[in-house]
Nanobody, 121 residues
Framework: QVQLVESGGGLVQAGGSLRLSCAAS????????MGWYRQAPGKQRELVAT???????NYADSVKGRFTISRDGAKNTVYLQMNNLKPEDTAVYYC???????????????WGQGTQVTVSS
């Protein structure tokens, strides 16, 4: 079964940077939207950023100007560059993607397993 594999989380001091990666575990016929979400303890999962296959981006107000979402289509990988991190960015970060695995498959939404980002003050 296709998986989205995330990496790049960790512990960083406030003001620091991290880059998250999320790659599909096998070759994908097509991917439309890819995105990053996060969930802090006791809170609901929230959108961080999305990127369409056409290059349109959408960011949560709280991360605009600090985070950048990008994609390597050849590698079926989406990245989240996070700069000037703040303690309130601490959360488990999840990637997702709307993917059609083979040409005969329907477009479906897939989620990664999550990666922890902790920002110390």
């Amino acid at each position: 079964q296709v998986q989205l594999v995330e990496s790049g989380g960790g512990l960083v001091q406030a003001g620091g940077s991290l880059r998250l990666s999320c790659a599909a575990s096998e070759t994908i016929f097509s991917i439309s939207v890819m995105g990053w979400y996060r969930q802090a303890p006791g809170k609901q999962r929230e959108l961080v950023a999305t990127l369409t296959s056409g290059g349109s981006t959408n960011y949560a107000d709280s991360v605009k100007g600090r985070f950048t979402i990008s994609r390597d289509g050849a590698k079926n990988t989406v990245y989240l560059q996070m700069n000037n991190l703040k303690p309130e960015d601490t959360a488990v970060y999840y990637c997702n993607a709307h993917m059609r695995i083979r040409s005969i498959d329907a477009m479906r939404l897939y989620w990664g397993q999550g990666t922890q980002v902790t920002v110390s003050s």
